[in-house]
Nanobody, 115 residues
C-alpha cells in the first residue's frame, strides 16, 4: 500500500503560477509511475502529466505550460503550472503505480483560476 498526500493548490489569477507537491509513503515495491490527473466539476478525470520511467506524457492542453518532475530521494512528485487559465480549474489528484501494477490516488487538491 502507498499513501499519497498532495499540497499546493489554491486560488490564482489567470496567467499566474502554482506548484503542486505530492509525497508518497508506505510503498515497499517501488513506484514505477507518478504524476497528476485532474477532474473539473461535471467532468471526467483526465491525465495531466505522468512520468513512467524515462517517458513523460502530457495532456495537449497543458504542454508548454505545465512541467512534472520527480525527486526519488524524497518520494515526491511536483507539478509546476504556469500561465494558468480558467479552464485549468479542477481538483488535481496525485497518481502512482507500483511495480506490482497497483494504482494509488491522493485525496485531491483544488486549483481555482479566477480573477
Amino acid at each position: 500500500q502507498a499513501q499519497l498526500v498532495e499540497s499546493g493548490g489554491g486560488l490564482v489569477q489567470p496567467g499566474g503560477s502554482l506548484r503542486l507537491s505530492c509525497v508518497a509513503s508506505g510503498n515497499r515495491l517501488g513506484l514505477k509511475a507518478m504524476g497528476w490527473y485532474r477532474q473539473a466539476a461535471g467532468g471526467q478525470r483526465e491525465l495531466v502529466a505522468v512520468m513512467r520511467g524515462p517517458n513523460t506524457d502530457y495532456a495537449d492542453s497543458v504542454k508548454d505550460r505545465f512541467t512534472v518532475s520527480r525527486d526519488n530521494a524524497r518520494n515526491t512528485v511536483y507539478l509546476q503550472m504556469n500561465s494558468l487559465k480558467p479552464e485549468d480549474t479542477a481538483i488535481y489528484y496525485c497518481y502512482a503505480m507500483d511495480y506490482g501494477q497497483n494504482s494509488y490516488w491522493g485525496q485531491g487538491t483544488p486549483v481555482t483560476v479566477s480573477s
